[in-house]
């Protein structure tokens, strides 16, 4: 297949509805009401669009781990607010603080994130009010 033609597939691609990289509303996701505290390792770092996401394991109340997504502003916003790809990294043990997933889904959306050191760092902007 040819540059250009695969270049036009993948734009095809991308321009479906449901496109893999689609950007949702807070409220798809998140609740705003309810709040709470996950504690655990970083496993994963994706500091890219939409949002930046950290993949936290965490022990269950029965000892077992289960992984959590916790997603917070873009990486532009939070190089604004003074964050870079560092300032949560792969390894870091944390204390997370947002809003929780709609459901049972394992996401929290960061509100404010403690490490073991006792360093506190948070995205300057909460979530809209509904």
Not at 31 to 50: A, C, H, K, S, W
Not at 112 to 129: K, L, Y
């Amino acid at each position: 297949m040819s540059a250009r033609l695969a270049l036009i597939a993948g734009a095809a691609l991308l321009a479906q509805p449901g496109a893999p990289l689609a950007h949702h509303s807070f409220a798809a996701e998140f609740d705003y009401e309810r709040v709470g505290d996950i504690e655990g390792t970083v496993i994963e770092v994706l500091f890219v669009n939409p949002h930046a996401r950290y993949f936290i394991a965490v022990e269950d109340g029965e000892g077992n781990e289960v992984i959590w997504d916790a997603q917070t502003r873009s990486p532009n916003a939070l190089i604004r607010s003074g964050w870079s790809r560092d300032t949560i990294r792969l390894g870091d043990r944390v204390t997370l603080h947002g809003n929780l997933g709609i459901g049972d889904t394992r996401k929290i959306w960061i509100l404010e994130a403690r490490f073991a050191s006792g360093r506190i760092v948070r995205p300057t902007e909460e979530p809209a009010a509904r």
